[in-house]
């Protein structure tokens, strides 16, 4: 574990199972009961609250705030900025997953809108780090086109315009606050064949910001280290996406501290 980190993701992992924080979660329909079932597992109380009437209050009783801009509507982004300003004035951490915003222009118009008031964490693949950053990426629709080592750069830059943690995700992880920056290995190839469980990723990275506000470096890659941990230890049992899903569920909640610290594969990059 490279010696950056202030805390492990097994530290983080036990503090969050601890805490069980409420998180607010403003996500897409496709990905709601998914990603709260995975973050119960994992160990946090997910909140699936979205209407502009009430998610700026709401947010102000959240742990952290996650946004997920994957079927996005007017109602939802109403939602979504109330939550964020609200976290914000609040001091509360929240992740934003910018779900193929370069597909469309009401979606780059949405995504600008929410930088504006400043994600701690922004989490995507490589396409969508690389177009968010202002560069020309290859992506199409919801999956990536670009390689996440294409992505690095951009996402350093990213992180040092806006103040924030930027993690990539895809084959290896890569996670960079502009200054300090980590690859994460492991997962399996068969996590991209499950629907949702990127976007449950973003749920669990507000679960582990949440308990460790004042460390979303170490936060996101807790949250990463332990996908790629349980994704790689459920490759080996599963005998495709079908069983995959249930087997993940089962191990996320299974997995230990000490075995997340223990098999959890970060390295400097």
Not at 82 to 93: S, V
Not at 118 to 132: F, H, K, Q, V
């Amino acid at each position: 574990m490279p010696d950056i980190l202030r805390q492990t993701p097994g530290q983080l992992l036990a503090a969050m199972r601890t805490k069980n924080p409420l998180v607010q979660n403003i996500t897409n329909f496709v990905a709601m009961n998914i990603a709260a079932n995975v973050m119960l597992a994992a160990g946090a109380s997910p909140a699936m609250v979205h209407t502009k009437e009430e998610a700026g209050e709401f947010a102000r009783i959240a742990s952290a705030l996650t946004i997920n801009i994957g079927t996005l509507s007017p109602d939802f982004l109403a939602g979504m900025i109330e939550a964020a300003k609200a976290a914000g004035e609040a001091g509360k951490p929240w992740v934003l997953d910018p779900v193929a915003h370069f597909a469309t222009s009401y979606r780059r118009a949405a995504v600008a809108e929410l930088l504006e008031l400043r994600p701690t964490i922004i989490r995507g693949n490589a396409s969508e780090i690389i177009a968010l950053a202002g560069s020309r990426s290859s992506g199409h629709g919801v999956d990536s086109g670009d390689s996440v080592i294409a992505a690095e750069g951009a996402a350093i830059v990213l992180a040092q315009q806006n103040v924030c943690v930027v993690a990539v995700t895809g084959e290896v992880d890569f996670v960079t606050d502009g200054r300090r920056s980590v690859r994460i290995l492991g997962g399996s190839a068969l996590m991209p064949r499950v629907t949702a469980l990127g976007c449950s990723l973003t749920g669990v990275t507000g679960a582990f910001v949440a308990t460790a506000p004042d460390m979303p470096f170490e936060a996101t890659i807790a949250a990463l280290a332990m996908f790629a941990v349980v994704g790689r230890q459920v490759a080996e049992k599963a005998s495709g996406p079908g069983s995959f899903a249930p087997l993940f569920l089962d191990r996320l909640a299974g997995l230990t501290p000490d075995e997340l610290d223990a098999e959890a594969r970060v390295v400097s990059a």
